[in-house]
């Protein structure tokens, strides 16, 4: 499963007409398990959870919400959940080849640079 095990390193990702990136066999993706594609405004980088580490993201968030001893406190961690929420642009099944459709997002770049950061991958357009 896809971020089951740590995943590192870094490696440049061909895009292809269809706006598809092969996801790295390291990330131990399995074909039908479903992504999600994050675009990250705060740090300019776009993000691909599993959806089961995505919710366990969104539960962990609830739970500090929850535990929240100050409205302040509580206030910055619902805005935490409401903007990633925001940042999702597209959830897909990794085809058989071991691909994620990307739709347009990448459709001025022939790659990408992957970046395995734990349980996600953090992706880097590279231009023309």
Known sequence: MFGEKPIFGQSELTVDS?????IP??????PGEE??????????VYEIYSVLKLKEKFEAINKLITESKTKKEKLFYERMLCE????????????S???FSTGKTFEECDKVMSTGAYDHLIIDKIKK
């Open 35 to 44: 992504l999600v594609l994050i675009d990250n405004k705060d740090l300019g």
């Open 18 to 22: 269809n706006g598809r990136i092969f």
């Open 84 to 95: 990633i929420s925001k940042s999702i642009l597209r959830s897909e099944k990794i085809d």
């Open 97 to 99: 080849q071991g691909r």
């Open 25 to 30: 066999a390291t990330t131990k993706r399995e």
